[in-house]
């Protein structure tokens, strides 16, 4: 054989094995593109005969073979024989082709979603006509399963060249109401319970049904959650156990339809001002972008969530608030609770409270409308302007923004303390310090009264008007600003350490602790940094000296209780060991963890006294931290800063 005969030869098998690998390749293509469109795909599938005969009887074929792309939730055969038994028809062909189309049409959305692209909500619209002239609706539950409407997805993700059939095991009836986007999203479910069952002797079901044209403004069920938080003694639609309360249940529910008009939210106009079917008005507040409405609550109005849920009688918008007319405000005076925020809106004297909120941090206000709890204690007008004056401000304008935040802080507590559940003691505020923004901490003395970080010689304050109930907390008014607490403002708080007090002022005028403890920036000529970790030793503990010494040794014994240049929270302390830490006084003292008997921690003195216990920890101030101890420490006053 010839070299051009074998090379030739050569050439033809090559060619044939590219050719078997190329069909080999296309054979093993994972994704092969679809060869039907949606309406190819119904008629080749069994369980979808009655929807291909439905679709050829009103010519809707053409239109779902076009380019679309189309998703096409798809009724089996058994859900078209259950639509026809329900409603009368013999066959399909006894159904008016107006209305089967129509029909059809509401299983038809544009674009192609596969159930992956699915979600709990109303973003679908069907090419179905509904309020308005809108596109109908769709509600997608998603929550177990695929729901649409109601209607369960038995079969997903039939893809077509253009579009996606998921088989559902119900026809989605017209027309659709209200009621079945209410009882259809797990989202409104207590808005369901409130128009059935908690009000059985109105028929909303029918009303909702109706001819309409209707406007309805749906709560969510945080909504609901928020208003039964707000209503003292009522924990459930259970609550609303008499006639009399089931009726005004209704009345607040009738306060949200508005009959005659369905009004998208393209429709409203600012200012405009709305009769509901209970008769009171309602007034529309459009501001950037966002629709709300209000009502004769003084609580915040209440926002669109979802706008536009489109009914064949009715357009839905679903809201964040439960709306009150006057009528339901009235009748539920002394059981309807404020927010923090809206109590201090409400009253007169602690005007320059909510302008120090709002000035300070704009979500303030908000973050005092949450949920909380809180116990708030707020200052009055008069303390507010006592405060100005005090610290050469002019105006609430004049407060540098992070100071007037953090001092306003300075009077919340987590949790709903009424004056009954107060203690003398300390609690954190929600007031921070330091870089690692550390709580600040306050002092209770309920000895007489209730008196917050000493009173107000003690830049602290005295609750005048205790207990506010409020919807997310309680409210004490105070008569005093309270400011943010120094070491030294906290020794002089606690009545434990009158004694230590006396020490540090009275009996060692030539070293003024005072200053020095109070000092919160910066280091003097004197070298100290003004952050202090203190052991403070309470009055029982200097009782237990032979005698308090005298300023020479005194001086000593107080540097001996401080370290300077740390804020030492107990967290901060060895576990199961030893810390071994230098005074201002120059001696070492051993914090040692855990304590014995009742004590905390143990600690060793300059002088080896080892018998000393830490009984509580952790009184923070702006400057340093207070630890409190049962006993004097001693130094070793041949080794001191002298």
């Not at 120094?486 to 020490?503: E, G, R, Y």
């Given at each position: 054989?010839?070299?051009?005969?074998?090379?030739?030869?050569?050439?033809?098998?090559?060619?044939?094995?590219?050719?078997?690998?190329?069909?080999?390749?296309?054979?093993?293509?994972?994704?092969?593109?679809?060869?039907?469109?949606?309406?190819?795909?119904?008629?080749?599938?069994?369980?979808?005969?009655?929807?291909?005969?439905?679709?050829?009887?009103?010519?809707?074929?053409?239109?779902?073979?076009?380019?679309?792309?189309?998703?096409?939730?798809?009724?089996?055969?058994?859900?078209?024989?259950?639509?026809?038994?329900?409603?009368?028809?013999?066959?399909?062909?006894?159904?008016?082709?107006?209305?089967?189309?129509?029909?059809?049409?509401?299983?038809?959305?544009?674009?192609?979603?596969?159930?992956?692209?699915?979600?709990?909500?109303?973003?679908?619209?069907?090419?179905?006509?509904?309020?308005?002239?809108?596109?109908?609706?769709?509600?997608?539950?998603?929550?177990?399963?695929?729901?649409?409407?109601?209607?369960?997805?038995?079969?997903?993700?039939?893809?077509?060249?253009?579009?996606?059939?998921?088989?559902?095991?119900?026809?989605?009836?017209?027309?659709?109401?209200?009621?079945?986007?209410?009882?259809?999203?797990?989202?409104?479910?207590?808005?369901?319970?409130?128009?059935?069952?908690?009000?059985?002797?109105?028929?909303?079901?029918?009303?909702?049904?109706?001819?309409?044209?209707?406007?309805?403004?749906?709560?969510?069920?945080?909504?609901?959650?928020?208003?039964?938080?707000?209503?003292?003694?009522?924990?459930?639609?259970?609550?609303?156990?008499?006639?009399?309360?089931?009726?005004?249940?209704?009345?607040?529910?009738?306060?949200?339809?508005?009959?005659?008009?369905?009004?998208?939210?393209?429709?409203?106009?600012?200012?405009?001002?709305?009769?509901?079917?209970?008769?009171?008005?309602?007034?529309?507040?459009?501001?950037?972008?966002?629709?709300?409405?209000?009502?004769?609550?003084?609580?915040?109005?209440?926002?669109?969530?979802?706008?536009?849920?489109?009914?064949?009688?009715?357009?839905?918008?679903?809201?964040?608030?439960?709306?009150?007319?006057?009528?339901?405000?009235?009748?539920?005076?002394?059981?309807?609770?404020?927010?923090?925020?809206?109590?201090?809106?409400?009253?007169?004297?602690?005007?320059?409270?909510?302008?120090?909120?709002?000035?300070?941090?704009?979500?303030?206000p908000t973050v005092l409308r949450g949920d909380g709890p809180f116990t708030v204690f707020a200052p009055t007008d008069a303390a507010f302007k006592a405060f100005l004056e005090a610290n050469d401000f002019a105006t609430l304008g004049d407060v540098p923004v992070d100071v007037l935040t953090n001092v306003l802080l300075n009077h919340v507590v987590s949790g709903a303390n009424f004056s009954t559940d107060l203690t003398t003691g300390y609690v954190s505020t929600l007031s921070?310090?330091?870089?690692?923004?550390?709580?600040?901490?306050?002092?209770?003395?309920?000895?007489?009264?209730?008196?917050?970080?000493?009173?107000?010689?003690?830049?602290?304050?005295?609750?005048?008007?205790?207990?506010?109930?409020?919807?997310?907390?309680?409210?004490?008014?105070?008569?005093?600003?309270?400011?943010?607490?120094?070491?030294?403002?906290?020794?002089?708080?606690?009545?434990?350490?009158?004694?230590?007090?006396?020490?540090?002022?009275?009996?060692?005028?030539?070293?003024?602790?005072?200053?020095?403890?109070?000092?919160?920036?910066?280091?003097?000529?004197?070298?100290?940094?003004?952050?202090?970790?203190?052991?403070?030793?309470?009055?029982?503990?200097?009782?237990?000296?032979?005698?308090?010494?005298?300023?020479?040794?005194?001086?000593?014994?107080?540097?001996?209780?401080?370290?300077?240049?740390?804020?030492?929270?107990?967290?901060?302390?060895?576990?199961?060991?030893?810390?071994?830490?230098?005074?201002?006084?120059?001696?070492?003292?051993?914090?040692?963890?855990?304590?014995?008997?009742?004590?905390?921690?143990?600690?060793?003195?300059?002088?080896?006294?080892?018998?000393?216990?830490?009984?509580?920890?952790?009184?923070?101030?702006?400057?340093?931290?207070?630890?409190?101890?049962?006993?004097?420490?001693?130094?070793?006053?041949?080794?001191?800063?002298?």
């Amino acid at each position: 054989m010839s070299k051009y005969l074998r090379f030739k030869s050569f050439l033809v098998i090559s060619a044939l094995v590219i050719a078997f690998v190329s069909c080999s390749d296309d054979d093993n293509d994972p994704t092969p593109q679809p060869a039907l469109d949606v309406v190819g795909i119904a008629s080749n599938t069994a369980e979808l005969s009655n929807l291909v005969a439905a679709l050829e009887k009103v010519d809707l074929v053409g239109t779902l073979q076009g380019a679309g792309p189309f998703t096409i939730f798809a009724p089996n055969d058994e859900a078209f024989a259950q639509f026809l038994s329900a409603n009368g028809f013999a066959s399909l062909e006894a159904v008016p082709d107006d209305v089967l189309t129509q029909v059809l049409l509401n299983h038809v959305v544009s674009g192609d979603l596969g159930s992956g692209d699915l979600s709990t909500g109303f973003d679908l619209s069907t090419l179905a006509t509904g309020a308005g002239g809108l596109n109908l609706s769709l509600s997608i539950d998603t929550s177990d399963g695929v729901k649409v409407n109601g209607s369960t997805v038995t079969a997903p993700n039939r893809k077509g060249t253009n579009g996606t059939i998921h088989i559902i095991d119900a026809v989605i009836g017209l027309p659709t109401t209200p009621v079945t986007f209410v009882t259809t999203n797990p989202n409104l479910s207590s808005l369901a319970t409130a128009l059935t069952t908690a009000t059985p002797n109105n028929d909303f079901v029918t009303t909702l049904s109706g001819d309409g044209p209707f406007t309805i403004l749906a709560p969510t069920d945080d909504a609901f959650a928020e208003l039964l938080g707000r209503l003292d003694g009522f924990d459930s639609f259970d609550d609303f156990n008499t006639e009399q309360l089931q009726t005004l249940l209704a009345t607040i529910l009738q306060y949200h339809v508005v009959s005659g008009d369905a009004e998208a939210s393209a429709d409203l106009t600012n200012e405009q001002v709305i009769t509901t079917l209970q008769g009171e008005d309602l007034t529309v507040r459009i501001e950037g972008g966002v629709v709300s409405f209000l009502d004769a609550d003084i609580e915040q109005p209440a926002n669109v969530a979802v706008a536009d849920i489109v009914a064949s009688n009715a357009i839905v918008h679903a809201i964040d608030k439960v709306l009150l007319p006057q009528e339901a405000v009235d009748a539920l005076e002394g059981v309807l609770l404020s927010s923090i925020t809206d109590i201090a809106i409400a009253t007169p004297a602690l005007s320059n409270l909510v302008a120090a909120l709002v000035a300070a941090n704009g979500e303030l206000p908000t973050v005092l409308r949450g949920d909380g709890p809180f116990t708030v204690f707020a200052p009055t007008d008069a303390a507010f302007k006592a405060f100005l004056e005090a610290n050469d401000f002019a105006t609430l304008g004049d407060v540098p923004v992070d100071v007037l935040t953090n001092v306003l802080l300075n009077h919340v507590v987590s949790g709903a303390n009424f004056s009954t559940d107060l203690t003398t003691g300390y609690v954190s505020t929600l007031s921070t310090s330091g870089p690692e923004e550390t709580a600040l901490s306050m002092f209770i003395n309920t000895a007489d009264g209730v008196v917050l970080n000493g009173g107000r010689a003690n830049s602290g304050a005295t609750v005048a008007t205790a207990d506010i109930k409020a919807s997310n907390g309680v409210v004490h008014v105070v008569n005093g600003v309270i400011g943010l607490p120094n070491v030294v403002n906290h020794a002089i708080a606690n009545p434990q350490f009158t004694t230590l007090v006396n020490a540090l002022t009275t009996l060692t005028p030539a070293t003024d602790f005072a200053s020095i403890l109070a000092r919160t920036e910066g280091e003097n000529e004197d070298g100290i940094n003004p952050s202090f970790t203190v052991f403070a030793p309470t009055n029982s503990a200097f009782a237990a000296l032979d005698a308090i010494p005298a300023e020479p040794t005194l001086t000593q014994v107080l540097l001996h209780h401080v370290v300077g240049g740390a804020n030492v929270r107990s967290t901060a302390l060895t576990p199961d060991g030893d810390t071994v830490a230098t005074t201002l006084e120059n001696d070492e003292i051993t914090i040692t963890l855990p304590g014995t008997g009742d004590n905390i921690a143990d600690v060793q003195d300059g002088s080896g006294n080892n018998d000393i216990g830490i009984t509580a920890v952790d009184v923070q101030a702006t400057n340093g931290v207070i630890h409190v101890l049962n006993k004097v420490m001693i130094p070793n006053t041949t080794n001191n800063s002298n």
